[in-house]
T-cell receptor, first 120, second 115 residues
Framework: AQKITQTQPGMFVQEKEAVTLDCTYD???????LFWYKQPSSGEMIFLIY??????QNATEGRYSLNFQKARKSANLVISASQLGDSAMYFC?????????????????FGSGTQLTVLP | DSGVTQTPKHLITATGQRVTLRCSPR?????VYWYQQSLDQGLQFLIH???????AKGNILERFSAQQFPDLHSELNLSSLELGDSALYFC??????????????FGPGTRLTVL
């Protein structure tokens, strides 16, 4: 089963409007972290925001906020006041616990991404 | 700028050849991760080192190997290259060994083209 699901392959938003990128996750762990990364066309992966499973408040970083709904297992990224420079691929990722059954460190699992295009 | 450096930025080589990709983590980070991003496979985790020790292996081919040196820089060696190895290879670093709160910061990537 997919651990991270991003159901929107592509999204369009008008400049200065807000947009929500969806992310649902699947885990039985109580302790996990959720991350969003941005990948512009130049290729680098830029860390945007982090939400811990025990955090009671939704994370915010400037124009980015994370709408964390634990019971629904969703961690949607909200970008307010979109700018042309926000056009990029956005990846949701999760890291569970600390170690797996074999003793290996747990790793980030990425979704398939959402391509956001901001229109002028 | 994440503080993670990767060299080279671009690499073009032929099938059957061997290449080495280099990564320097952010100052203070002990963990280094390698990822492969291709169009058809998405972002795939390859291998994780923490303070010189291998901590986890992902979908890394036997033709690929990696190591982390005492100064914490890491190298990913790709041998007997095939056309399908063409991809963007990322290195990421983090402070810890694998907690759920540990944020990974990515380097700019090395774009490998195998002709």
């Amino acid at each position: 089963a997919q651990k991270i699901t991003q159901t929107q392959p592509g999204m369009f938003v008008q400049e200065k409007e807000a947009v929500t990128l969806d992310c649902t996750y699947d885990t039985s762990d109580q302790s996990y972290g959720l991350f969003w990364y941005k990948q512009p066309s130049s290729g680098e992966m830029i860390f945007l925001i982090y939400q811990g499973s025990y955090d009671e408040q939704n994370a915010t970083e400037g124009r980015y906020s994370l709408n964390f709904q634990k019971a629904r297992k969703s961690a949607n990224l909200v970008i307010s006041a979109s700018q042309l420079g926000d056009s990029a691929m956005y990846f949701c990722a999760m890291r569970e616990g600390r170690y797996d059954a074999s003793g290996s460190a747990r790793q980030l699992t990425f979704g398939s991404g959402t391509q956001l295009t901001v229109l002028p | 700028d994440s503080g993670v450096t990767q060299t080279p930025k671009h690499l073009i080589t032929a099938t059957g050849q061997r290449v080495t990709l280099r990564c320097s983590p952010r100052s203070g980070d002990l963990s280094v991760y390698w990822y492969q991003q291709s169009l058809d496979q998405g972002l795939q985790f390859l291998i994780h080192y923490y303070n010189g020790e291998e901590r986890a292996k992902g979908n890394i081919l036997e033709r690929f190997s990696a190591q982390q040196f005492p100064d914490l820089h890491s190298e990913l060696n790709l041998s007997s290259l095939e056309l399908g190895d063409s991809a963007l290879y990322f290195c990421a670093s983090s402070v810890e060994a694998g907690t759920s709160t540990d944020t990974q910061y990515f380097g700019p990537g090395t774009r490998l083209t195998v002709l």
